[in-house]
């Protein structure tokens, strides 16, 4: 079947400028995740939704992030008034309960560059 | 604060050798532990995990990890290295099932790099 699937694979962006990225998890799967991930720095969490409950914000790192998702399925992860630091590959992972939370299954993930 | 340690940065064994990647937590109870590997340009693959019961869990593509509890650690093992393995490996620690937080925290990785 269908894997977590992310758009766009790179973005190139002015600093300053807001950019989106996408999430399409693996169908059925009620909990979602972004990570980022910075050279040097591993993984960092970033946000948890699961079913229908408050979303989980506690690692986004500023307010110029922010994340939704609609319909229980698609997520969008925005960063606005993007900085250089902000570049990094952002990941995206979902998982089902039956299968346990925590067997999380990744797309391949969004290259971010701001210049 | 749960942590996740990877000491070793690179690591570089000859096709056949055996491979041995450290891993060691700090979690206030029992910890889900988990391995993923990272192929260059790709997203992550879970290798295996580690939830309760036999300390040693297998994985997929030969690997297999040992959970040591006294030792806080959960070291990736495999008896004989392919070529194909050349990846980043991060190891991964989660609160307990249906905890509030789903996320996990993951070590910083280990680049292993397979000599011919």
């Known amino acids: 079947g269908a894997g977590v699937s992310q758009s766009p694979s790179n973005k190139v962006t002015e600093k300053g400028k807001d950019v989106e990225l996408r999430c399409d998890p693996i169908?059925?799967?009620?909990?979602l995740y972004w990570y980022r991930q910075s050279l040097g720095q591993g993984l960092e969490f970033l946000i948890y939704?699961?079913?229908?409950?408050?979303?989980?914000k506690s690692g986004l790192p500023s307010d110029r992030f922010s994340a939704e998702r609609t319909g229980g399925s698609v997520s969008t992860l925005t960063i606005q008034r993007t900085q250089q630091e902000d570049s990094a590959v952002y990941l995206c992972?979902?998982?089902?309960?039956?299968?346990?939370?925590?067997?999380?299954?990744f797309g391949p993930g969004t290259r971010l560059t701001v210049t | 604060a749960q942590s996740v340690t990877q000491p070793d940065i690179h690591i570089t064994v000859s096709e056949g050798a055996s491979l041995e990647l450290r891993c060691n937590y700090s979690?206030?109870?029992?910890?889900?532990l988990f391995w993923y590997v990272q192929s260059p340009g790709q997203g992550l693959q879970l290798l295996l995990k580690?939830?309760?019961?036999?300390?040693l869990v297998q994985g997929i593509k030969g690997f297999e990890a040992e959970f040591k509890r006294s030792q806080s650690s959960f070291n990736l093992r495999k008896p004989s290295v392919h070529w194909s393995d050349a990846a980043e490996y991060f190891c991964?620690?989660?609160?307990?099932?249906?905890?509030?937080?789903?996320?996990?925290?993951f070590g910083k990785g280990t680049k292993l790099s397979v000599k011919p």
């Open positions: 992972a979902s998982s089902s309960r039956d299968r346990g939370l925590y067997e999380q299954y």
């Open positions: 169908s059925g799967h009620t909990a």
């Open positions: 939704f699961q079913g229908n409950s408050a979303p989980d």
């Open positions: 979690y206030g109870a029992t910890p889900y």
């Open positions: 580690y939830f309760s019961g036999d300390t």
């Open positions: 991964a620690v989660g609160a307990a099932y249906g905890g509030s937080q789903g996320n996990l925290i």
